[in-house]
């Protein structure tokens, strides 16, 4: 799996992975994706909330998940039992805006400088929570492949909340 994960962010990285672009209507994509993270929103004690869902995004819809996962995913292991993860989306200035809120940790502004580096878990690799550091730099090259962007805020004690931004 890491192996892959590597190879996919060199792909995007060089642009040798071409997106795949169309009209990905998002409440869809989100209904098909929370079941999937629902069994380690159980484990974790945290709740999967959805928010509205409206717009439709032009995307590569294989890409769009897989980052929507990692996003949903991430919300819930550096969440905290008895938390939240929200997803919604909305049209905003011609754009599709897709959000992945928590109520978890939040981050320091150190660590939300080194975010989107690869294999940097920001010091919670001492923590026992699986993964390896690279999802979230797969999720930022992947979406501005799709002519996207990706943005956060957070703060410490009180969460996270990652954006997306397509056409």
Do not use: W
């Amino acid at each position: 799996s890491l192996i892959n994960d590597v190879l996919d962010l060199s792909a995007l990285e060089s642009g040798d992975l071409p997106a795949q672009r169309q009209p990905v209507p998002i409440a869809s994509l989100v209904q098909q994706s929370l079941p999937l993270l629902q069994p380690q929103a159980d484990a974790a004690g945290v709740r999967l909330c959805q928010g509205e869902l409206e717009g439709t995004a032009i995307a590569d819809p294989v890409a769009l998940r897989q980052a929507l996962l990692n996003l949903l995913s991430n919300a819930i292991k550096y969440n905290r039992r008895g938390g939240e993860v929200r997803v919604e989306a909305a049209p905003r200035d011609g754009r599709l805006c897709l959000a992945v809120s928590d109520s978890g940790r939040g981050m320091s502004a150190h660590q939300l400088a080194h975010l989107f580096e690869p294999f940097n878990r920001l010091g919670r690799e001492r923590e026992g929570i699986e993964g390896t550091g690279i999802g979230l730099a797969i999720v930022k090259a992947s979406i501005q492949r799709m002519g996207g962007s990706v943005t956060v805020c957070s703060r410490e004690g009180e969460g996270s909340r990652f954006e997306l931004e397509l056409p």
